[in-house]
């Protein structure tokens, strides 16, 4: 199955709350899991990417938390910010593919 | 000032017309990529290359055809057979093997008249 679930579909927060973001997926050959933050009119970014052997990674506020076994993978922004308003996306890559799934995006809204 | 450059910002098809959006990189990649972006639907792929003069149809190729004759170019044509060709499109590329990261341009946004 080559789909990854993402929820929620929106999210609303305000400023320096903790924004989480879930994904979910079905493929055990998956081994490369970034998240994208994309602003209105502009192209996605990477943000942060973890890889299956690690349970965690931290990057600044943003932060991946992985769960192998329940498949899960999710994305924890610490002390949200206005700026960090915009459509996040995870995705994951298939082993022996060069190409990326994409989950469906979670629009998110930091309140001042 | 290396980056992936698309062209045009925007794009008005009439019907039964064939669009052709531009995709340049400058950064050596050897991957490229094209992607659909509707709202609430993520981003679906519809045609990617490894190398220069090849390449594959994604999740959501019919109506789309590409070419890879250069290395830096990489560009879609929107055909006629594509009935639903209002969105956002996106080209990415990657360096080659096994490197990860996918780098977007900006985006065209196609709408049809």
């Known amino acids: 199955q080559q789909q990854v679930k993402q929820s929620p579909q929106s999210l609303i927060v305000q400023k320096g709350g903790i924004s989480i973001i879930n994904c979910a997926y079905e493929?055990?050959?998956?081994?490369?899991f970034p998240w994208y933050q994309q602003f209105p009119g502009k192209g996605p970014a990477l943000l942060i990417a973890i890889r299956p052997d690690v349970s965690e990674k931290k990057e600044g506020r943003f932060t991946i938390s992985f769960n192998k076994s329940a498949k899960q993978f999710s994305l924890h922004i610490m002390d949200s910010q206005p700026g960090d308003s915009a459509t996040y996306f995870c995705?994951?890559?298939?082993?022996?593919?060069?190409?990326?799934?994409f989950g469906t995006g979670t629009r998110l809204l930091v309140s001042p | 000032d290396g980056g992936i450059t698309q062209s045009p910002k925007y794009l008005f098809r009439k019907e039964g017309q064939n669009v052709t959006l531009s995709c340049e990189q400058n950064?050596?990649?050897?991957?490229m990529y094209w992607y659909r972006q509707d709202p609430g639907q993520g981003l679906r792929l519809i045609y990617y290359?490894?190398?220069?003069?090849?390449?594959q149809k994604g999740d959501i190729a019919e109506g789309y055809s590409v070419s890879r004759e250069k290395k830096e170019s990489f560009p879609l044509t929107v055909t006629s057979a594509q009935k639903n060709p209002t969105a956002f499109y996106l080209c990415?590329?990657?360096?080659?093997?096994?490197?990860?990261?996918?780098?977007f341009g900006p985006g065209t946004r196609l709408l049809v008249l």
């Open positions: 990415a590329s990657k360096d080659g093997g096994n490197q990860e990261t996918q780098y």
């Open positions: 493929n055990t050959a998956f081994d490369y």
């Open positions: 950064l050596n990649h050897d991957a």
């Open positions: 290359s490894q190398i220069v003069n090849d390449f």
């Open positions: 995705a994951a890559r298939n082993t022996g593919f060069q190409k990326l799934v």
